[in-house]
């Protein structure tokens, strides 16, 4: 088992992706819990649909933060550290990463700051690995706007920024998977899901985590 975590822009692929992987190792008898944030826990999604909203009390920049920190804290300490104490393979859409891309790329906070407190929310956890599906930002704008006809759905807080916080973003994931290439994997968001899954598969193969497959 492992901690997978996936990040990206909105509309890369992210959540086809999750769940290509979570049926690959289901198929194998594996356990797996399929999470996200901000969310995973009862008072993660409370924290969630304060996060989103559009109207009313939306948060400034830094108690956005530490909301999603509060998230993670929780998170961390109610489900994905129990789950890999039990063997279970954790696949979390977004974590950590998130927090660097969109409160430093887009927001431009202190990176030191954030670190610090990914640090302190996470008690030093970090992923095994994590997978960004990176997408150009006409791309993504693109498929929200599609998404966003085809499900009649409103665009949250973070889909409504305008495109230099989005140019931020991808550039941040961009940068920090450069800083640590040996827990980040970078794939290319226009390819088809097959595509997208057959890469992360060979690249779990590669680390040697599938290979109870051949038992
Ligand atoms: P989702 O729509 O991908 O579930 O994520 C909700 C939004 O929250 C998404 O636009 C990215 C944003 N986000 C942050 O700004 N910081 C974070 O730490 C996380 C986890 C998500």
């Known amino acids: 088992m492992a ?17 290509g992987v979570e049926a690959h190792l289901q198929t194998l008898g594996q356990v797996v819990h399929l999470t996200r944030e901000p969310g995973g826990t009862p008072l993660g999604e409370e924290i969630r649909q304060q996060l989103l909203r559009v109207q009313g009390d939306t948060p400034v920049p830094r108690a956005e933060l530490l909301l999603y920190e509060a998230a993670r804290a929780q998170h961390v300490e109610r489900v994905i550290r129990p789950g890999l104490a039990q063997g279970k ?28 407190l990914n640090r302190y ?19 993504s704008l693109k498929r929200m706007s599609r998404r966003e006809q085809e499900k009649g759905q409103g ?46 598969l060979v690249e779990m193969e590669k680390r040697g985590w599938l290979a109870f497959s051949s038992k």
């Not at 901690?3 to 999750?18: M, N, Y």
């Not at 393979?89 to 670190?115: E, H, M, P, Y």
């Not at 973003?169 to 226009?190: F, I, K, N, T």
């Open 121 to 139: 929310a996470t008690d030093g956890l970090q992923p095994d690995l994590v997978v960004l599906v990176d997408l150009p930002v006409d791309e």
């Open 89 to 116: 393979w954790i696949l979390c859409d977004r974590f950590s990463q998130s927090t660097v891309a969109f409160q430093v790329g887009g927001r431009r906070l202190n990176r030191k700051i954030i670190d610090d």
């Open 3 to 19: 901690f997978v975590v996936f990040e990206g822009l909105d509309g890369a692929g992210k959540s086809t992706l999750i769940k």
């Open 155 to 200: 665009k949250d807080r973070f889909e409504l920024e305008e495109r230099a916080f989005h140019e931020g973003v991808r550039a941040s994931y961009l940068a920090q998977a450069a800083e640590e290439p040996q827990r980040w994997l970078v794939l290319d968001g226009l390819q088809n899901p097959d595509q997208l899954l057959k890469k992360l």
